[in-house]
Nanobody
Framework: VQLQASGGGLVQAGESLRLSCAAS????????MGWFRQAPGKEREFVAA????????SYSDSVRGRFTVSRDNAKNSVYLQMNSLKPEDTAVYYC????????????????WGQGTQVTVSS
């Protein structure tokens, strides 16, 4: 599976962004999808995940209630709607594909996109 993330940018605190991740290659619908982020000097951290059907989701405590993950298997795409952004959300955001349901550890994901930068100014 090849993954291409997009939609990052520079926004002010309180604003919103929608990230997209387009997949190609192997059947997209057979993979759970995750979003991770990595800030400078920090480890990559789990943000959100969605099951292959879209029926189940998982979020980190830091984004729950502000971010929403969704997918459209017909378009081979997964999305991350980010509302009420905070400066601490600043990071490079990655999408990833896993055969395991709602995995939160990066090593459980087999395929990764190249990342898209999100910068939130205060």
């Amino acid at each position: 599976v090849q993954l291409q993330a997009s939609g990052g940018g520079l926004v002010q605190a309180g604003e919103s962004l929608r990230l997209s991740c387009a997949a190609s290659g192997r059947p997209f619908g057979s993979y759970a999808m995750g979003w991770f982020r990595q800030a400078p000097g920090k480890e990559r951290e789990f943000v959100a995940a969605i099951s292959w059907s879209g029926g189940s989701t998982s979020y980190s405590d830091s984004v729950r209630g502000r971010f929403t993950v969704s997918r459209d298997n017909a378009k081979n795409s997964v999305y991350l709607q980010m509302n009420s952004l905070k400066p601490e959300d600043t990071a490079v955001y990655y999408c990833a594909a896993s055969p395991r349901l709602l995995a939160i550890r990066p090593h459980l994901y087999d395929y990764w996109g190249q990342g898209t930068q999100v910068t939130v100014s205060s």
